[in-house]
Nanobody
Framework: QVQLVESGGGLVQPGGSLRLSCAASGFTFSSYFMSWYRQAPGKERELVAG??????RTNYADSVKDRFTISRDKNIVNLHMNSLKPEDTAVYYC?????????WGQGTQVTVSS
């Protein structure tokens, strides 16, 4: 059974930091491209960051470059978020793509507010 379980969301003040984690199971994690998406109320889901299966390359949305860092190890993919802004408020989803399949986690809420 494939599972992507996100954790680490919560309420944080502007300028603060959070680390999101996604624990993967039920598929060959090392063969999949992993990414984080987010969806704010009334907006479409957007790609935040991605990392290749061999960790050689990463990509980021322009809005989070130099503030967010994606990493992966064993069966976990992390998203380190610094200098958070109110516009980063959204539900964040973990995503796995590979071998002709795509999987999604259930999402974790991040709220940036004073």
């Amino acid at each position: 059974q494939v599972q992507l379980v996100e954790s680490g969301g919560g309420l944080v003040q502007p300028g603060g930091s959070l680390r999101l984690s996604c624990a993967a199971s039920g598929f060959t994690f090392s063969s999949y491209f992993m990414s984080w998406y987010r969806q704010a109320p009334g907006k479409e889901r957007e790609l935040v960051a991605g990392i290749t299966s061999d960790r050689a390359r990463t990509n980021y949305a322009d809005s989070v470059k130099d503030r967010f860092t994606i990493s992966r190890d064993k069966n976990i993919v992390n998203l380190h978020m610094n200098s958070l802004k109110p516009e980063d408020t959204a539900v964040y989803y973990c995503n796995a793509v590979g071998r002709g399949t795509k999987y999604w986690g259930q999402g974790t809420q991040v709220t940036v507010s004073s």
